[in-house]
């Protein structure tokens, strides 16, 4: 199995960037479809990025602006968010998964491995 933690998170003014990280410890993180999802107050766990056999995948509210990649080297995974809106903020969790379909990206049913979380807030 494997273990992931996120970092990154923190405050930041409208406009601005954040990066987050997502280390993998235990199995290799190359042998995982793996993905970003985000939970705002009071509502469900949302999608926004995924890595799936080398291509990407992203929520229409992010496409532009964030961007998912790995290095397989170091077994983290990355989302560089730019343009940052209020409607961002959030609770930020990497997870992994296998050999999901394009179809299932998307869903939280289709992850096995999810980190803590990490806070990102977007404010003035």
């Known amino acids: 199995q494997v273990q992931l933690a996120e970092s990154g998170g923190g405050l930041v003014q409208p406009g601005g960037s954040l990066r987050l990280e997502c280390r993998a410890s235990?199995?290799?993180?190359?042998?995982?479809?793996t993905a970003w999802f985000r939970q705002a107050p009071g509502k469900g766990r949302e999608f926004v990025a995924a890595l799936r056999s080398g291509s990407t995948d992203y929520d229409d509210s992010v496409e532009g602006r964030f961007t998912i990649s790995r290095d397989n080297y170091k077994n983290t995974m990355y989302l560089q968010m730019n343009s940052l809106k209020p409607e961002d903020t959030a609770v930020y969790y990497c997870?992994?998964?296998?050999?999901?379909?394009?179809?299932?990206?998307?869903?939280?049913?289709?992850?096995?491995?999810w980190g803590q979380g990490t806070q990102v807030t977007v404010s003035s």
């Open positions: 997870a992994a998964g296998w050999d999901l379909s394009i179809a299932q990206i998307a869903s939280t049913d289709s992850y096995v491995y």
């Open positions: 235990g199995r290799s993180f190359n042998l995982y479809h």
